[in-house]
């Protein structure tokens, strides 16, 4: 069995999931969200929680298992608590500010930057961090990759949107001197 796979999905109180033919959904307090299964796997309720089984052992099938139980696991999180991901602002002159459902942003371009936000995603901004919530893990960390790729964090000065706990490698220059930051 796939290790991930195997694992029995624990659904908290005030999440219900229901699964109806092909499709599982799962509905809490934060909202509902829809999955397809793949072809070949099954979900089944216990004791325990949510258990998916797969009909064969070929490498293919096995990956999928794996996968099916983490987008389900991502959806019963996601309903209950929720994803949430930050990102820092660091530059002379750079800001950002939410406007409505677009995210403005002034990165040292000649002209801003207006990223349009989908509707189930929000987004807050405190200064220079930028904190990105919602219940869909892959669309959150989507937006989040996509606000990153504006403006990537340069190796020499560090100016950028990088996550806020990433490490920035810093490179020294035209000198070839070694500087102490």
């Known amino acids: 069995m796939s290790r991930v796979g195997k694992q029995p999905i624990s659904i908290p109180s005030g999440v219900n999931v229901s699964v109806d033919k092909n499709v599982v ?9 829809e999955q397809r299964l793949m072809p070949g796997i099954s979900v089944n309720a216990s004791e325990e929680g949510l ?18 139980r983490s987008l389900v696991a991502n959806m019963v999180t996601g309903v209950s608590q929720g994803f949430e991901k930050k990102l820092e602002l660091n530059g002379v002159g750079y800001r950002v500010s ?4 677009d995210l403005k942003l002034n990165l040292g371009f000649s002209h801003d930057v207006i990223y349009k936000l989908p509707t189930d995603v929000q987004v807050s901004v405190d200064q220079n961090i930028i904190t990105i919530s919602g219940i869909d893990k892959q669309k959150v960390g989507q937006v989040t990759a996509d606000i990153r790729a504006l403006k990537k964090p340069e190796p020499y000065k560090g ?15 035209k000198s070839g001197k070694e500087t102490s930051a």
Not at 51 to 68: C, E, S, V
Not at 98 to 101: C, K
């Open 25 to 33: 959904t799962a509905q809490g307090p934060k909202g509902n969200l």
């Open 51 to 68: 258990i998916l089984t797969r009909r064969a052992d070929d490498a293919g099938q096995k990956a999928r298992h794996g996968l099916m």
């Open 98 to 101: 939410v406007q409505g459902q």
């Open 159 to 173: 100016k950028g949107i990088k996550y806020v706990n990433e490490q920035i490698i810093r490179k020294s220059g």
